[in-house]
């Protein structure tokens, strides 16, 4: 008599589909969602890894300040954490897993297009990944290895009885009781390398013993491989998806993506008057405006991208077109352009960029993702980012110029070389400003301007907006407007090539 | 003809009838063929051969058996060398577009070679050997196999002494084959003994508690130490050989602590195990004058280097008038199928020369892959009827 195996599987998508809080996202979405939850979860998504990266330069990863800081930013954004069973709580669970899985994949298409950029997601993925799998319980890891096809079995108690001593001296910091009380994982040789080559780990029969902590680092070396090879083969389909109308500009600028404020509507028009910029641009500028403020004031001219980058930095810090007008032409006139020829080739530049010309587009300054990654200076520029466009070196001497002791510029100069300038920038304001813990995640030029001001006691006039209400709003209007910005910046680029 | 056994200038007459009579074709194609599991796994499989004039021609390629044994026969080769399985035929690598032809499996080879240990034998040097340094061989041969089986689960391991100072170990399991570049320099590695150079030894970094390899190692060492020093390898000093081996003796059966024991002799015995790989390219599987022949490990101890037969020997032994049985033998195989004959006669013109036990050997090796194979499938088959 044949018994039949097969079950009919009810599906219902809590059950097959998301079965662990944590995956390796092997397979990608397949069901239609619509453009604005395309939008938010991937904006979502990258205020997490950006999270990420920032707690991990300031924090230990593994110090409970960390760990405390990554979950309220899980909670706030509505990632899944930890592997919760809890019934009530089962379908926004689900919408939790379902969001992390989409929002990764989307942010693959964005991400895969450059070294850098894959470099960057890789890393933060990673971190992350590290940290939602150490927050799971024994059984929860075993769970999750088996389901994704890292057939680790643990080792049996007989086993560890008849081998405690040849795993205890052959694997790091693991006594009797570790091994007794301890998972061991049986991993393929081949899948441990590390491992066997430095004769840290016991073989036997063509497995490697592991103990539980060391497992950690073979299932990140696998998250890694998996993911650069599907980076790899995203980037290759990456023209067919472009092709597609309404994602192309999502996708092009999520990359270039800012998600806070845009600065954009003058809260403090005429607050700021002209003779105080010299002052301000020692005290409260970043170091790319102040650099942009210096050269203009000693060549008594600034070239298209330098124009760009400083002049809607102005905007945003308060000044009116009249006021504009002034600056520019006042300092333009020492060189050798005289009153007729800035009124006729450049005023009309900075009347377009507070959207009195063309469409009327009111322009937003530039953040400093745009001024890292855009348009990159070359030789008589002075815009950009000077933590990522100036040779080490130079920046080293500016720094020292500028009085900051040693070990302080070693600091910033360390974090450059991580890539992280942003945070260096950062650095170089609580250095500057005499404070332990800025207290902001710097992203934009104005952002540090009106931080600054708060800092120096100008509070009353400078608000800062609360973040968290915007948020959603912000997010989408960011890309909205950077979308656009994009687009009219085009346009204007093209009217105006350099001098 | 002893003059034949040391120079070279006999070859051209031996070889055709060594490669018409002796060599045995079936089992190497038996093996290369892996029970023809992986399509073209023998014809995409590389042979280099070296022929009279030290003349080298690579990317050798055969369709079938008879092809390997036609060309062979025409060239006369005085070495040949296995390479790896590529992605197409190498003999038409040439009509490959550049960069997709490429090696994709070969097995795992060790060669330990006698002259590394030069800085510590005494009796010899360069390709000389005696019964006493090849003791340090089978050392380095008893590690390497306890760590190749016990440690990282291989089972088909095919021991060949190739014909003059060197012994290989092939390794020839399907997870062996297959392993990639990193897996093999992380073995490698993880089978080190001696870290260092052509310059001079470097002790080997040792831990309390020492890793189980070393100890397993230690144990083999030490087995053999006493006999080894016994036998006359001046490896002590130059004076008072029989006093300081006595001492040693006496000094292992109080001292148990193994780091301490492995302190006493690693001065003195310390290039036990410097295993260089082939990790691409090809190792030589045929040696002339005297014959690359598979080792039993289980008679390793009695393995004399200067009992293997050179193939001026068992030419001899093939020209030697048969006995009567054999001519009656003979005489009824004309009588039969011509090829069914030339097969047998070819098995008992080997049998009747010292290849035989060397011939027998192999296919014992090869037998074991064939069951395991088997078993294997059956295995599969077994999942499979769950359902």
């Known amino acids: 008599m044949q018994f039949s195996r097969r079950r009919r599987l009810v599906s219902q998508p809590q059950d097959g589909l998301y079965g662990h809080c944590l995956q390796f996202y092997g397979r990608p979405p397949a069901e239609n969602i619509s453009l604005a939850e395309f939008e938010t979860f991937a904006f979502e998504r990258l205020k997490l890894l950006k999270t990420v990266e920032n707690l991990g330069v300031s924090y230990v990863k593994t110090s409970d300040q960390y760990t405390k800081k990554l979950y309220s930013e899980f909670s706030n954004l509505n990632f899944p954490h930890k592997a919760e069973a809890d019934d009530k709580k089962e379908q926004t669970e689900y919408e939790k897993r379902r969001k992390d899985h989409i929002s990764h994949f989307i942010l693959r298409l964005a991400y895969c297009q450059t070294e850098d950029l894959r470099r960057w997601f890789i890393q933060q993925e990673m971190d992350l990944f590290r940290f939602r799998f150490s927050g799971l319980t024994s059984k929860s890891k075993t769970e999750f290895l088996h389901q994704n096809n890292l057939q680790y079995d643990t080792v049996s108690m007989e086993q560890k009885k008849a081998l405690v001593d040849k795993l205890v001296s052959s694997s790091y910091a693991v006594s009797g009781a570790t091994v007794m009380e301890q998972d061991f994982y049986k991993v393929p040789f081949q899948d441990a390398l590390d491992l066997v080559r430095t004769r840290k780990v016991f073989l036997k029969g063509g497995y490697a013993y592991i103990p539980h902590q060391d497992i950690i680092a073979i299932v990140l070396n696998d998250f890694r491989t998996r993911l650069s090879k599907a980076l790899a083969l995203t980037a290759r389909s990456l023209p067919a998806v472009q092709s597609d109308e309404r994602l192309q500009p999502l996708l092009s600028h999520l990359s270039h993506a800012y998600v806070g404020q845009d600065y954009s509507i003058q809260k403090n028009v005429g607050k700021i008057s002209l003779e105080q910029i010299d002052p301000l641009s020692t005290k409260s500028f970043p170091l790319c405006m102040r650099q942009l403020h210096k050269s203009l004031r000693e060549n008594h001219h600034l070239r298209h991208g330098g124009r760009m980058q400083y002049g809607l930095f102005l905007k945003g810090i308060g000044l009116s077109l009249e006021q504009a007008l002034q600056f520019w032409r006042s300092e333009f006139i020492k060189g050798k352009v005289d009153a007729d020829k800035f009124d006729k080739a450049y005023a009309y530049s900075v009347r377009h960029m507070f959207g009195k010309e063309g469409k009327r587009t009111d322009y937003t300054p530039y953040s400093c993702m745009k001024v890292i990654l855009s348009n990159p200076p070359s030789q008589g520029d002075y815009h950009g980012c000077p933590f990522r466009h100036s040779d080490p070196e130079l920046l080293k001497q500016k720094l020292q110029s500028y009085k900051l002791s040693p070990s302080a510029i070693n600091q910033i100069l360390e974090l450059v070389k991580g890539m992280h300038y942003q945070l260096a920038c950062q650095k170089y304001f609580e250095l500057t400003h005499n404070i332990e813990d800025s207290g902001f995640s710097l992203n934009h030029p104005n952002q540090y301007f009106m931080e600054s001001q708060k800092v120096l006691g100008d509070g009353k006039d400078v608000k800062r907006e609360p973040e968290t209400p915007h948020r959603e709003a912000a997010a989408s209007k960011g890309l909205g407007a950077s979308r656009q910005n994009a687009e009219e910046m085009e346009d204007l680029d093209a009217l105006f090539q350099d001098d | 003809m002893s003059s034949c056994d040391y120079d070279s200038s006999c070859l051209p007459d031996l070889l055709p009838l060594y490669y018409r009579r002796l060599f045995p074709f079936s089992q190497y194609y038996r093996w290369l063929s892996y029970g023809g599991v992986t399509k073209n796994y023998f014809q995409n499989r590389e042979f280099s051969f070296t022929l009279k004039d030290d003349i080298y021609v690579r990317y050798q390629s055969f369709s079938n058996q008879s092809e390997l044994e036609k060309e062979m026969q025409k060239m006369n080769p005085y070495k040949i060398d296995i390479g790896a399985v590529y992605s197409h035929r190498p003999s038409q690598h040439n009509t490959v577009k550049s960069g997709t032809f490429q090696a994709l499996e070969k097995e795992l080879v060790f060669d330990i070679d006698m002259t590394d240990y030069d800085d510590v034998r005494t009796c010899c040097s360069a390709a000389d050997i005696c019964s006493s340094c090849w003791t340090l061989m ?100 130059n004076s008072k050989t029989t006093d300081k081996v006595e001492d040693l003796q006496s ?38 004058l005297q014959i690359s022949v598979p080792i039993d490990l ?44 030339a097969e047998r006669r070819k098995i008992r013109d080997y049998k009747r020369t010292s290849l035989a036990k060397y011939v027998k050997l192999f296919d014992r090796f090869l037998d074991g892959m064939a069951r395991a194979r088997k078993g294997e499938i059956l295995r599969k088959s077994d999942l499979q009827k769950e359902f």
């Open chain 2, 138 to 237: 089978t050392i380095a041969v008893r590690i390497l196999d306890r760590a190749l089986r016990e440690d990282f689960g291989f089972q088909h391991l095919l021991w060949v002494y190739s014909g003059r100072r060197g012994i290989h170990c092939w390794v020839c399991d399907e997870a062996a084959r297959k392993l990639s570049v990193a897996g093999r320099s992380a073995v490698a590695e993880y089978l080190s003994l001696v870290k260092g150079g052509e310059e001079t030894l470097k002790k080997v970094q040792l831990s309390d508690p020492l890793h189980p390899f070393i100890r397993e190692s230690l144990a083999v060492v030490e087995h053999y130490f006493i006999q080894y020093a016994l036998m006359g390898q001046d490896i002590l000093g």
């Open chain 2, 251 to 288: 000094f292992f059966q109080s001292e148990k602590n193994p780091v301490k024991r492995w302190k006493k002799i690693s001065g003195l015995c310390m290039p036990i195990l410097r295993c260089q790989i082939y990790i691409q390219g090809i190792l030589c599987s045929v040696m002339i």
């Open chain 2, 298 to 341: 289980e008679e390793l101890d009695k393995f004399d280097p200067f009992a293997v037969p050179t193939i001026s020997l068992i030419c001899e032994e093939l020209d030697k008038p048969r006995t009567g049985e054999e001519e009656e033998v003979v005489e009824e195989e004309k009588k039969e199928n011509e090829i069914e004959a």
